[in-house]
């Protein structure tokens, strides 16, 4: 990141919300489900599939991660009335992990069971690497209970994460693999970008070969085309494999992916706390955020 990247990137903070609120418009569905709904329609007219996310995270009170696991519910019923292509992820510091496990285990479960009751899907986010045993375990509890329905994230900048995508593949485990996106040490994450891109492919290899599910999560060109080469290699049906999406991001990626008869699945964030992920994405990509900052800069000037 440039020092002018930096420049910018520092003075989010200070830019008022109904500013961050235009340009976030395309990394957000809207603040109510209804808003998401609509987004996916559209997704799902161009031949995309989606996962809703309801935004919002590190809970610290039972009845707010209980108020979090009644509205995740409520998204198998609404992704079921519209027939809508759609499954849903969820993060298990929104449903009470820094609480208690039991608690965050129980709200899980619970939407587990909605999911599979209507034939659908949840997928458990990882968060920093606190989390990360945790997340796990929980995924491993909920499998062991007969939970088919269930999958879980890996972070490629993690240099746990081959020795996690070996374990899980013994499971069966429906993998999603990312880059990372949490500021780690480097003592437990890779932080050279060809080191991550290096370790994205050997997850991805160990995962294909083994025969089980991945959604391949990544703007990276260049590891989108390493995903076709392994996919040709293994000689994968549509069916076994997805590439997965931010809302707003790479549309133009996006839209080749699904042109070269690929499946591809987009992730559909909407809530209140639309702030706090949207300085989160503008702070990836400071091209927006300068834009941004221009705004704030002209509006004053007038």
Known sequence: MSFLDKLIVSA????PKSIVGQ???????????????????ELNKKKMMATLDLLGEDIQRESEA????????????????????????????????????????????????????????????????TATDETIAIYHRLRDEGY??????????????????????RLRANFRICKGIYIESPDIAFTDRDDIRRNFVLLMRSILENGCYVGIATHDEYLVEKSYELIERNKLTREQYEFQMLLGVRENLRDRIVADGHRL?????????????????????????????????SRNGN
């Open 12 to 15: 989010l903070p200070v830019v």
């Open 23 to 41: 340009f976030s418009k395309r990394y957000i569905a809207g603040v109510g489900l209804q808003d998401a709904v609509r987004v996916i329609k």
């Open 66 to 129: 209980d108020a979090m696991k009644a509205r995740c519910v409520e998204m198998f019923r609404e992704i079921q009335k519209g027939g809508l292509g759609s499954n849903v992820s969820v993060k298990l510091s929104q449903l009470g992990l820094r609480v208690s496990t039991d608690l965050c285990y129980r709200n899980v479960k619970a939407i587990v069971e909605q999911a599979q009751a209507m034939k659908n899907f949840v997928r458990i986010d990882m968060e920093d690497s």
């Open 148 to 169: 088919e329905n269930v999958g879980i994230v890996l972070q490629a900048y993690l240099r746990r994460s081959d020795a996690d995508v070996r374990a899980l593949i």
């Open 265 to 297: 699945r987009v992730y559909v964030p909407y809530g209140e706390q639309w702030y706090a992920y949207s300085i989160r994405r503008l702070k990836e990509n400071p091209q927006i955020a300068g834009y941004i900052v221009k705004s704030l800069f």
